[in-house]
């Protein structure tokens, strides 16, 4: 059986990026980089990172030492098989594609290990940058170090684009067994804490009771939970909702 990560391995190499190249300068002046920040351009087609910024001020490391197998291997221990198994999924989804592939994205937030050991709370943010022929050739990286997040037992993911309600379906089938949680769901949870029913939350959010209740009830049986009062208690536990 696979390792969670296994594919996304297979896909990538542990090859930096060529700094002073031509594609590596025009993404320097073309790609803003926010603080806190570190960014990678990764190319399928060259297989190989084709520009990195920011590296060394968040995680240690030169932006001409980082390379892809780098920054997917040093996730926390208690991160890595989810983090392994949502890359896989979500790869393996963008690459099933052939339209408006550039609309593609994940998020996922959790921690990274710091080249000196440290842990350090990261939003990662892998979005499709180019294609050609309906193949995806390039992605790209943000990883943000962002020290208000309170990470606790439960990740947090979100997935966007065109069909991103059916990425977020396949995914929250398949990692259901680890302690996940979607945007989506994080969203109809919030408004069950302010008190709102499941009618009056899908009002708001314009889908249907039953849509609602598909987002909130698996959630029971995923956190181990016997009420929507246990639920909401163990949301602010694990720092779910602030």
Same mark, same amino acid.
């Given at each position: 059986?696979?390792?969670?990560?296994?594919?996304?391995?297979?896909?990538? =190499?542990a090859t930096s990026a060529d700094l002073t190249s031509e594609q590596a300068l025009y993404y320097k002046k073309t790609i803003q980089r926010f603080p806190d920040e570190a960014i990678?351009?990764?190319?399928?087609?060259?297989n190989c990172m084709l520009y990195a910024d920011g590296w060394e001020a968040i995680l240690g490391y030169r932006d001409d030492e980082i390379n892809m197998l780098t920054i997917v +291997?040093? =996730?926390?221990? #208690?991160?890595?098989?989810?983090?392994?198994?949502?890359?896989?999924?979500?790869?393996?989804?963008?690459?099933?594609?052939?339209?408006?592939?550039?609309?593609?994205?994940?998020?996922? #937030?959790?921690?990274?290990?710091?080249?000196?050991?440290?842990?350090?709370?990261?939003?990662?943010?892998?979005?499709?940058?180019?294609?050609?022929?309906?193949?995806?050739?390039?992605?790209?990286?943000?990883?943000?170090?962002?020290?208000?997040?309170?990470?606790?037992?439960?990740?947090?993911?979100?997935?966007?684009?065109?069909?991103?309600?059916?990425?977020?379906?396949?995914?929250?089938? #398949?990692?259901?067994?680890?302690?996940?949680?979607?945007?989506?769901?994080?969203?109809?949870?919030?408004?069950?804490?302010?008190?709102?029913?499941?009618?009056?939350?899908?009002?708001?959010?314009?889908?249907?009771?039953?849509?609602?209740?598909?987002?909130?009830?698996?959630?029971?049986?995923?956190?181990?939970?016997?009420?929507?009062?246990?639920?909401? +208690?163990?949301?602010? #536990?694990?720092?779910?909702?602030?």
């Amino acid at each position: 059986m696979d390792t969670p990560g296994d594919y996304s391995k297979s896909m990538i =190499t542990a090859t930096s990026a060529d700094l002073t190249s031509e594609q590596a300068l025009y993404y320097k002046k073309t790609i803003q980089r926010f603080p806190d920040e570190a960014i990678y351009v990764y190319s399928f087609k060259e297989n190989c990172m084709l520009y990195a910024d920011g590296w060394e001020a968040i995680l240690g490391y030169r932006d001409d030492e980082i390379n892809m197998l780098t920054i997917v +291997t040093i =996730t926390s221990p #208690e991160y890595a098989p989810f983090s392994g198994e949502l890359n896989d999924k979500a790869l393996k989804f963008i690459l099933s594609k052939s339209k408006q592939l550039e609309l593609y994205s994940f998020m996922i #937030e959790i921690k990274k290990i710091h080249k000196n050991g440290n842990p350090i709370p990261i939003i990662v943010k892998v979005g499709v940058l180019n294609s050609e022929n309906g193949q995806v050739t390039e992605i790209i990286g943000r990883n943000q170090i962002n020290h208000s997040i309170r990470l606790g037992n439960v990740m947090r993911y979100a997935a966007y684009g065109p069909d991103k309600s059916e990425l977020e379906e396949e995914l929250n089938k #398949e990692l259901f067994r680890y302690y996940a949680i979607s945007d989506k769901e994080k969203e109809a949870l919030a408004l069950v804490a302010k008190g709102y029913a499941f009618k009056e939350i899908a009002y708001s959010l314009n889908v249907s009771q039953s849509a609602i209740e598909k987002r909130i009830l698996p959630m029971y049986k995923r956190f181990n939970v016997k009420s929507l009062a246990h639920l909401i +208690t163990f949301a602010y #536990e694990n720092h779910i909702l602030p």
